[in-house]
């Protein structure tokens, strides 16, 4: 029989020493913390004291100790005086050592001058000084000179003390000894008598316990023996009872079997990703769900963090469907494994995870797990032969500030998502009242914007293209225009974005090149010959099927040369576009000419841009801007030039607003300009008629 008694003693005792002791550490700990409370706020009041009484004086050391050498600090006039202000100071005080440092970190004043000279800079206190904050160190010493000679065995609370100037700076640094041998000794005696106490307290409940558990094993052994004789009785009848089951459940075994394995499959199905192995969205939102009842209950916040990929699409488009899953399973695992803040993780679907956070005390919390989400994407994903660098942008919404609801906290950090990736790659962002304000107004932008062209609220522009040798008009640049009823004039760095995120952009971008051609065909009846129309292109339009045959079309149509056609495309196709040089070759096989826009500002690439079919490279107006005024876009514009002329590229400058920047840009052979300061983007009447009669 299982023997209480000595099982019960030998493990009360064990429990009553861990205990005991862990109580004295608690009850050490904690009277160490305050004794060096109390002692570093008086060090630091002293130290007040010593810079009040003494503020002229340790001004002039200061000021006179900066490059002086130890010799000289200790020679010094300011020093003998302000020892002996100091030392009538710490008379009848526990303060037994005063040093005074320098923001080099070296010692130019100290009660034992021996140490003046001495370097502290790479001590972790004073630096903590420095930046602002006061730090303590609690040491024993077997001997120290004080100011009133030597003490032996001695416990010591140093505190470095920041010196504020005139100005919100830190012009030096305090460091204040306080004998804490009495406190430290009181201390010893208390923790005596309190583990004495604990053991005593411990010592007679484990007494009382005792006798009880011994009464209970005799009454224990008495009832095993009428038990033993029951079960034998027992057994006997069961044993011929289990007999016949087993004939009937040997039978029906291969089909439970069955069935309870596929409910098993089915029910993990039901609540995991396959891919992942993660909870799926229907795991997450129960799991959700019954955090939220535990936390209005005992009025916790939590956090529900949103997380999507960067530029998970473009590993798709690139390396196939097959690469893309093992990522996903990839960054499953990191954040499973490395991100140990994450109470809960799940795969919503495609690049987009979600991670629950229980038990948050403040924003800081929700921001620490985020830093730590992206701090999991900081080293690479090896996958075969394929090395990828990943990033990911995080929406935190909070409840229950951010919402009462699952359905509430999942839009709001998805909201607070797009807000992120707004910013920038590699970003979190918490969800604000505003970011609804903003989706929903972009929601209205966005069914505004898919009938404007049917209600022709949207016109061509075209801005003129010069020629930098003659100043002749040689081309113009299409831009889209939209004259909302309900808002005005949308600026196009708004609703082209949003066209290109709903989709829009392709049936926008397909009547621009065709009302473009139109337009030029019209003029060259009315006896306005422009050269040459340039189209900007959505990278969405070259992905479609069937592009260069419309646009074949298009120029069949409208009868249009397609030498006077110019599309202009980004860099950012070559990463998108898979076979994007062969797709070009079949443009420029219509006869079409093609420009790269926006050059230096994204995917360049030597090696791709060598084998690019394009005629023209456009210099971005970033660049152009910092004419006469940054080198380092002077030098970037040069490199372009000359890399153009060795591929022989002709080069557009877009953004050319004053002479200055066109004289510089032309004395490095650029061809052509584009800009303010040959004429803004104007409707196609306008510009006809301003630039008919200047020809």
């Not at 409840?399 to 990736?421: C, H, I, W």
Request: glycine share 8%.
């Amino acid at each position: 029989m299982f023997n209480l008694a000595r099982y019960f003693s030998t493990l009360s005792f064990a429990l009553i020493l861990l205990a005991a002791g862990g109580l004295s550490l608690l009850y050490r700990e904690l009277s160490l913390h305050q004794m060096r409370e109390l002692a570093e706020g008086r060090n630091v009041a002293m130290a007040q004291v010593f810079e009040n009484a003494l503020h002229s004086s340790l001004e002039r050391l200061l000021v006179s100790s900066v490059g002086r050498d130890a010799q000289f600090l200790r020679q010094a006039g300011e020093v003998g005086g302000m020892r002996d202000s100091v030392v009538a100071l710490m008379h009848d005080t526990a303060v037994v050592k005063v040093k005074i440092y320098s923001r080099q970190g070296v010692t130019i004043f100290s009660t034992d001058p021996t140490q003046i000279g001495e370097s502290r800079l790479g001590k972790a206190s004073f630096r903590s000084a420095m930046n602002g904050v006061v730090a303590s160190e609690l040491t024993h010493r077997d001997t120290m000179e004080t100011f009133a000679g030597r003490r032996i065995e001695v416990d010591v609370l140093s505190t470095y003390i920041p010196i504020f100037g005139a100005e919100p700076m830190i012009d030096g640094v305090f460091e204040l000894y306080q004998d804490v041998t009495p406190f430290m000794a009181q201390l010893r005696r208390s923790l005596w008598l309190v583990m004495a106490g604990v053991l005593a307290v411990c010592a007679t409940l484990y007494l009382m316990q005792y006798l009880v558990v011994r009464r209970a094993q005799r009454i224990l052994k008495e009832q095993e023996g009428r038990i033993k004789a029951a079960r034998d009785t027992l057994e006997l009848q069961v044993e011929a009872r289990t007999e016949e089951l087993k004939r009937a459940n040997r039978q029906l075994q291969g089909e439970i079997v069955v069935r309870r394995q596929a409910e098993s499959k089915l029910n993990y199905l039901a609540y995991h990703d396959p891919l992942t192995g993660l909870a799926n969205r229907r795991g997450f939102i129960e799991r959700l769900e019954q955090s939220l009842r535990e936390a209005a209950d005992k009025q916790r916040r939590l956090a529900v963090l949103f997380i999507d990929l960067d530029q998970f699409k473009q590993v798709n488009d690139s390396l196939g469907h097959g690469v893309g899953d093992d990522l996903l399973v990839a960054v499953a695992a990191r954040l499973a494994e490395h991100v140990p803040l994450i109470d809960m993780l799940a795969r919503l679907g495609g690049d987009e995870f979600i991670c629950l956070m229980e038990g948050v005390h403040s924003e800081a919390d929700a921001a620490l797990l985020a830093e730590e989400i992206n701090g999991a994407f900081t080293a690479s994903f090896r996958l075969g032969d394929h090395e990828l660098f990943l990033s990911a942008s995080v929406g935190i919404s909070l409840f229950p500030g951010d919402g009462q609801s699952v359905l509430e906290l999942l839009r709001n950090a998805d909201t607070a998502m797009y807000s992120a990736k707004a910013v920038g790659r590699a970003q979190y962002h918490f969800y604000t009242p505003e970011m609804t304000r903003a989706a929903q107004e972009r929601i209205r932008l966005e069914n505004l914007l898919h009938g404007a062209l049917e209600l022709g609220e949207i016109s061509v522009h075209f801005q003129p293209q010069i020629d930098a040798d003659s100043r002749q008009l040689v081309g113009a640049e299409a831009l889209l225009r939209w004259q909302c009823a309900r808002l005005g004039t949308v600026d196009p760095g708004c609703f082209i974005p949003l066209a290109e995120d709903s989709g829009d952009i392709i049936g926008l971008g397909n009547w621009a090149l065709r009302e473009s051609c139109r337009q030029l065909m019209e003029w060259q009846q009315d006896g306005f010959d422009l050269p040459q129309v340039s189209v900007n292109i959505s990278v969405k339009q070259l992905e479609r099927p069937g592009f260069v045959e419309n646009l074949a079309a298009i120029l069949k149509e409208t009868g249009i040369e397609p030498s006077r056609l110019k599309l202009e495309i980004t860099e950012s196709v070559v990463m998108v576009i898979a076979d994007a040089c062969q797709l070009l070759e079949r443009l420029c096989r219509l006869g079409v000419t093609l420009a790269l826009d926006d050059f230096g500002t994204g995917y360049s690439s030597l090696s791709y841009l060598k084998l690019l079919p394009v005629h023209q490279l456009k210099i971005d107006r970033s660049f152009v801007t910092g004419i006469g005024s940054n080198s380092g876009d002077e030098a970037i514009i040069e490199t372009v030039m000359a890399l153009a002329r060795s591929l022989g590229f002709e080069v557009l400058a877009e953004g050319v607003e004053n002479a200055v920047q066109a004289e510089f840009l032309a004395g490095l052979g650029c061809h052509q300009f584009q800009g303010f300061l040959y004429g803004e983007a104007l409707a196609a009447r306008e510009f006809s008629a301003q630039w008919q009669v200047a020809a």
